[in-house]
């Protein structure tokens, strides 16, 4: 057994990963680029995209009331840090067919504390 590669393998699991350090009050900054289309919190409603309240965990296209694509209902996806990640980049690559007309997020930090704002939220709205 070689000390070196143990060595490399724990000092990587005591690197905080982004997920870890994400900033909410940053996120909430973030979610400005979001507002004109999307709404969270308690009594958030349908605009131009659903709400985003309890989106971590919940299958795409399956918001109560919103009308989405097809591409959305099929997709299948089920929101986390992974695919919210690789969506926000690039909504279009990501679900091609989506009606999410955004230009993305590119920057890892700024994606970590969107998605960190997002999943302080419950399904009702209220902060977790």
């Not at 998605?115 to 902060?127: E, I, N, P, R, T």
Request: charged fraction near 25%; proline fraction near 5%; include cysteine.
């Amino acid at each position: 057994m070689r000390i070196d590669i143990i060595i490399t393998a724990l000092a990587a699991l005591c690197i905080p990963s982004a997920a870890w350090t994400q900033d909410i009050a940053a996120g909430e900054t973030s979610f400005k680029k979001c507002q004109p289309c999307h709404s969270i919190g308690e009594g958030a409603t349908n605009k131009i995209g659903p709400p985003l309240n309890g989106l971590a965990g919940r299958k795409t296209g399956t918001a109560e009331g919103y009308d989405y694509s097809q591409a959305n209902k099929n997709a299948g996806i089920v929101w986390d840090d992974n695919t919210f990640k690789e969506y926000i980049q690039n909504p279009t690559a990501k679900i091609p067919g989506t009606k999410m007309a955004f230009g993305g997020i590119k920057n890892d930090k700024e994606i970590a504390d969107l998605w960190g704002y997002l999943k302080s939220f419950g399904a009702d709205g209220k902060k977790k």
